[in-house]
């Protein structure tokens, strides 16, 4: 059986000059994976109606089985992905009327007028069958050429794993034939660097050649995905179980979540969680354990706070937080004593403390998470450079203080602060050793 391929097309100028991160290509190869295909290229191409005609041309000359776009097909004279697929087919545009109804309801129920270019969005390939956008205004398309199947989707992140979700996924499902489609595991790693991880996975599955790995890595945050293909589905599915088994010693409480997937109405097929792990291992492990969540910040400025409320559900638990960027405020939300911010600094293990203790009381919270730290790219020294983080976690009868010394810029300092933050109050919760160092003052 030939295995199937896929290119991945992202659109876009800003993509191009690296003024923004492309943040589907990844996305969109993970999602041609899970459906059997081998992704051999991934393509950066201005909003230029002609190179993106020319991409087209090259995958249909390439016998290519599966494109998937994102990006361009917005309202402005500069979104041609549309024009550029049709020229790459060889065929016209033509108006969905269905699809111009929705947005004209969605306008209209906003009390707003149908902008210019709004009809535009609703012009596709002929032959093509349109996506409706659940989350956005924008709609994408698919359309069959021969064997080759193609997609485009919108260019905003959120919007185009929504349609992948929803409609995307299902079609290339049905469609799917006699395409061998793997077992898939994802496999979520919190507190390693990217090379840290790959070298534990790798050494542990050096002998196991037909699986597949992938790495994702974000900011102390890596997930894993292991494919395995075989004779049968049966014997994918062991092969893939037999080598998660192995993963877990060797990852051992960085290991945060385990997801199966690949196999046929397998119900955790899916692209990516609903909600965010981290934040709902900390809401799980709270449970019979402390019933309500605060959180005070200084160098991560309400990221902490931001993550905990993006879960739905999460006032269930989470009352507040404060953000005490200036030691005054330290002072005065947090009750932190002005002799401790001036003999150790508002960057060290007390003042941590301190904040933590302190939002407890305050807030009237069971838990309390602090951060405080140097998140660049100026205010480093030799003592405290830039990168250093405090954490400290504090419940009834218990607060643990770990120092971080986080890499990258001022950022990725940032997130990797909130992300240590969050798996703190995990490993304090389930009596896990800390993931930092542990600090005594």
């Not at 405090?390 to 009834?396: D, G, R």
């Amino acid at each position: 059986m030939s295995v199937a391929r896929a290119i991945v097309i992202c659109v876009g100028d800003e993509l191009v000059d690296g003024s923004q991160k492309d943040m589907n290509g990844p996305l969109l190869s993970r999602v041609a994976e899970e459906v059997g295909h081998e992704v051999v290229g991934r393509l950066l191409i201005t909003d230029n109606r002609h190179e993106i005609a020319r991409a087209i041309s090259r995958a249909r000359t390439d016998r290519i089985d599966l494109l998937l776009i994102s990006g361009g097909l917005g309202l402005t004279i500069d979104d041609l992905t549309r024009e550029g697929v049709a020229d790459g087919l060889g065929t016209e545009l033509e108006l969905d009327p269905e699809a111009l109804r929705r947005i004209s309801e969605r306008y209209s129920e906003r009390g707003r007028e149908l902008p210019p270019g709004a009809r535009r969005q609703c012009m596709r390939p002929e032959g093509a069958q349109t996506l409706p956008n659940p989350v956005g205004v924008a709609p994408g398309f698919l359309v069959h050429d021969g064997p080759l199947t193609l997609i485009a989707l919108p260019g905003v992140p959120r919007e185009s794993e929504a349609m992948l979700e929803r409609s995307v996924l299902p079609a290339l499902r049905a469609a799917g034939g006699d395409v061998e489609e793997p077992a898939i595991a994802r496999m979520l790693v919190v507190g390693l660097r990217e090379s840290e991880v790959h070298t534990r996975v790798n050494h542990c599955l050096k002998d196991a050649r037909d699986i597949k790995l992938g790495f994702f890595a974000g900011s102390g945050e890596v997930e894993v995905v292991l494919c395995q293909s075989g004779p049968s589905e049966e014997l994918a599915r062991g092969d893939l179980s037999a080598a998660v088994e192995q993963l877990k010693g060797p990852l051992g409480a960085h290991l945060l979540e385990i997801r199966l997937a690949g196999c046929a109405g397998d119900p955790m097929r899916e692209v990516a969680s609903e909600s965010d792990p981290l934040v709902r291992a900390v809401r799980d492990a709270m449970r019979n354990r402390c019933n309500t969540l605060a959180v005070a910040e200084s160098c991560t400025g309400g990221l902490l706070a931001a993550r905990i409320t993006k879960l739905a559900g999460s006032s269930s638990f989470f009352v507040g937080g404060v953000v005490a960027y200036a030691n005054h405020e330290k002072e005065a939300l947090l009750g932190v004593h002005e002799t401790l911010l001036r003999s150790c600094g508002a960057v060290s293990a007390s003042v941590a403390r301190a904040m933590a203790e302190g939002c407890r009381d305050t807030m009237g919270a069971d838990l309390a998470i602090s951060t405080t730290g140097i998140a660049g790219p100026a205010g480093g020294t030799i003592d405290k450079p830039v990168g250093l983080v405090y954490v400290a976690v504090s419940q009834e009868g218990e607060t643990r203080v770990s120092r971080h010394l986080f890499p990258g810029e001022r950022e990725s300092v940032r997130r990797w602060a909130v992300s240590s933050a969050l798996d703190e109050a995990r490993r304090l919760l389930l009596g896990l050793p800390l993931l930092g160092a542990a600090v005594d003052e």
